[in-house]
């Protein structure tokens, strides 16, 4: 199991982020000096919601069950 799957499964990291953390559509960035960004995938193509949400999301239109992915590196 990868160190991101443990972590999207820990439940302090999902009372932290709220709906998030259990959301198909969420993204994780970590930076490189260790900071984690939690990106809405549904922002991209809907102006109701935030690009990065303040966590932690309780409520959400947009949820969709599933796993956050990890976000691409550029």
Same mark, same amino acid.
């Given at each position: 199991m990868?160190? +991101? =799957? ?6 302090? $990291? ?5 709906l998030? !953390? ?7 960035? +970590? =930076?490189a ?5 939690? $990106? ?6 809907? !102006? ?27």
């Amino acid at each position: 199991m990868s160190s +991101e =799957s443990r972590l999207s499964h820990s439940p302090v $990291r999902n009372a932290a982020v709220g709906l998030c !953390a259990e959301c198909a559509l969420a993204r994780v960035q +970590e =930076s490189a000096r260790g900071s984690t960004f939690w $990106r809405c995938g549904r922002a991209d193509d809907d !102006a109701r919601f935030r690009k990065y949400p303040p966590l932690p999301v309780r409520e959400c239109a947009g949820h969709e069950p599933g796993e956050p992915q990890a976000a691409r590196e550029r």
